[in-house]
């Protein structure tokens, strides 16, 4: 981080290696997409090396994006690991999506990395860092790790480098903006004639010094006398910044007192204080000019990484259990310790099969051992209702929903697009993608096969956008099953629901372009065509009054006939009664085996419903009378009484529709708190109170019919412009209001 060049310890095609913990960070890139995560990605590959060109976005060739539904969107959809060689050490760059509906993969890279980059796009209106990042940055702050900004898009800026560094000290720096500063300001060219003058260069704030990259090769030269007037103020700044974070009391006194403070003493201080999470240091880089070979920034950012960034050893030590849940000492990173990994994403390829990309947290992992695969499945971090054990050979323990099994390692690789190097190990603290790892799925522990271990799982949002499917052809229903099986595996964000009152089969999403990219890679990674189709909320019905109705069922056509009469009351119960069936038959005039036939025709006429087709529930059925005959009369006789029966009763009274009602928790920021109060009674729903959730944000409680939220997921990021999340629990069914009610009907008669 002091201004020293150096030269690429990677080359392109080879892998980098890395032996010991202490030579690996694990640095991921996080930000709103747009902000040029991606091609700051290839700008540091190609600067240590691993590129001979950098790839771009705009022509579906770079590295990171290298999916073929990502080439189309030009967007990253999925975690990508790239990793590349500097100065000795190993850098695993890990690009995550910047996009909402995909932040399942955002918290598999926090999960894996031990430090995060910051990506802010100076093309971008200042506002949009507050409403994308600021959430993440303080959920990284919970846990301590480490950050940087990294400001883009110097060329097309709209918010000029200060101005955007002011914000984000603001933003980021609450407690204290002096802590978010940034470590050299852009030298910037001629004006183009689109009006934008592209930066050239960096001026060192701590050696003032100009680092020139306008050829597209890093050269160093003095400052002009007028430049050093230009950073005077930011430089001593910086100087104060830093010197509040030493650990060295007396030099605050020292510098306040007129002495000069050894620039060398100053970056040993930076890189401690970066390390320990205490100082955010604000950096600018962009793409090498045509026929460069290094990014205007890009050494200094590969400095910071490795000098700056912690490596895998100072990672907190990871909690584990046994499967059985016994506590066990916390993990170390140590390549001779006991294994434990994890599985951070599955993929699958279709020459290899299943891919999982694995963080060794401690041991070492190796081709061709056994180990012990055991784990919940990130599917249940978010309540699904999948089985994670469907379909495979595994043991199942007391735990519940655990999933055990023993595996063999496949060949070990390091991922590099769509390239597979080979590696002969992966040590503690380092990546690596595991083949033929069949058992396992994203968010499971691998540890060794005589020692089995089990890690907690990060927690994800719940998928909250329900798209109902089916099946759009025979041969696509015969490979359903298995396709969304693999596909949730895939991707835990994801979760799968065959819901038994509609009896869709619906997947949940996170978002429209979620939906969209599952639908397409269940359709060209596993061969299943479905079709959308419209969503089903779970309406039933009830009675509104009292009533009663006699059910007949006599025929005579040769042979045994069939006979049977029964006369019933209905009345009404309170909510969440379901079906109460009462015999009251005095004298034997229904003999006691086809009370339970009587029993089960109403039951199975208020499971199919009475008026629109929805279950009926909250009634009491009293069976008082009926008649029966010595030979005529038949189990299946008496259940068509049965339902005949109730609905004749039915026919004498109102049908009630009954819409569920979730109780909904919305966690905004204060500024958002109206529109979301708003919106929600626009929606029919209650607001039930507000509580302070944290510097800044607020939880609305409020109670809404499902019906009015099936969308939500979506409507809020309006309201809140991004920032807002919410959760809803199921908690009663209740009257639809008349008004409503028969457009209800007609919705549901349409789907059906």
Known sequence: MGDRAKTPAGAAGRAPTADRPSDIRNVVLVGHSGSGKTTLVEALAQTAGALNRA????????????????????????????????DGYKINLIDTPGYADFVGELRAGLRAADAALFVVSA????????????????????????????????????????????????????????????????????????????????????????????TGVRREEPPDEDRRELIAEARARLIEGIIAESEDETLMDRYL??????????????????????????????????????????????????????????????AVTTPD??????????????????????????????????????????????????GHGLADAHGTGTEPGAGRDEQEPDSQDLHEADDQVGALTSPFGKQ???????????????????????????????????????????????????????ADEDRLSQGL????????????????????????????????????????????????????????????????????????????????????????????????????????????????????????????????????????????????HSVDSSDAAFQTAGALALREAAADVPVHLLEPVDEVGVLVPDEYVGPVMSDLSGRRGRVVGTDPAGPGRTLVRAEVPETEIVRYAIDLRSVSHGTGRFDRTYARHEPVPPHLAQKLRQQTENNT
């Open 420 to 474: 597979q190097r080979p590696v002969a190990h992966c040590v503690a603290g380092d990546l690596a993608c595991v083949a033929r790892l069949g058992h396992a799925e994203t968010g499971d522990t691998v540890s060794a096969k005589d020692d089995p271990l089990l890690m907690e799982p990060w927690t994800l949002p719940e998928p909250l956008l329900p798209l109902a499917v089916r099946a759009h052809g025979k």
């Open 55 to 86: 790839g771009r976005v705009e022509d579906g060739g770079t590295v990171s994006d290298h999916d073929e539904i990502e080439r189309r969107r030009h967007r990253s959809v999925q975690l990508s690991l790239v990793p590349v060689g500097w």
């Open 485 to 628: 099986a693999r596909l949730v595996a895939e991707d835990p964000a994801l979760r799968l629901e065959q819901n038994p009152d509609t009896r869709q089969m619906v997947l949940w999403c996170l978002g429209e372009a979620h939906q969209d990219v599952a639908l397409e890679r269940l359709r060209e990674r596993h061969g299943v065509r479905v079709d959308a189709v419209p969503y089903k909320v779970a309406l039933r019905e009830t009675f509104g009054g009292a009533s009663s109705g006699r059910g007949r069922h006599v025929k005579q056509s040769g042979g045994h006939g069939q006979y049977a009469i029964c006369e019933i009351d209905v009345e009404p119960l309170p909510p969440g009664s379901g079906v109460e069936f009462v015999d009251r038959v005095v004298g034997g005039a229904v003999p006691r085996p086809f009370v339970t036939s009587v029993e089960k025709g109403v039951r199975a006429q208020a499971a199919r419903g009475i008026a629109t087709g929805h279950p009926l529930v909250d009634v009491r059925v009293t069976l008082r009378d009926g008649k029966a």
């Open 123 to 214: 093309a971008q209106e200042a506002d949009a860092v507050a409403a994308s990042t600021r959430a993440l940055w303080e959920e990284c702050a919970a846990v301590g790790m480490p950050r940087a900004v990294v400001v883009t898009h110097l060329d097309t800026a709209r918010t000029g480098f200060t101005e955007l560094t002011g914000v984000c000290a603001g933003l980021f720096g609450r407690d204290d903006p002096d802590a978010v500063l940034p470590l050299h300001l852009p030298v910037h060219g001629p004006e183009a004639a689109d009006g934008h003058a592209p930066a050239t260069g960096l001026i060192g704030l701590l050696t003032e010094r100009i680092l020139d990259y306008s």
């Open 257 to 318: 007192g007129g002495e000069p403070i050894d620039p060398d003493v100053l970056v040993r201080d930076l890189e401690k204080a970066v390390a320990r999470g205490a100082f955010h240091p604000v950096l600018a880089a962009a793409p090498a000019v045509e026929g460069g070979t290094q990014g205007l920034g890009t050494v200094e950012l590969l400095e910071l990484i490795t000098r700056g960034f912690p490596s895998p050893l100072e990672h907190e030590p990871r």
């Open 325 to 374: 849940g016994r506590p066990r000492p916390p993990v170390v990173c140590d390549p001779e310790g006991p294994l434990v990994a994890e599985v951070v994403k599955t993929t699958t390829d279709p020459y290899v099969g299943r891919l999982s990309l694995v963080r060794v947290f401690s041991g070492t992992l190796r081709p061709d051992e056994t180990v012990h695969v055991c």
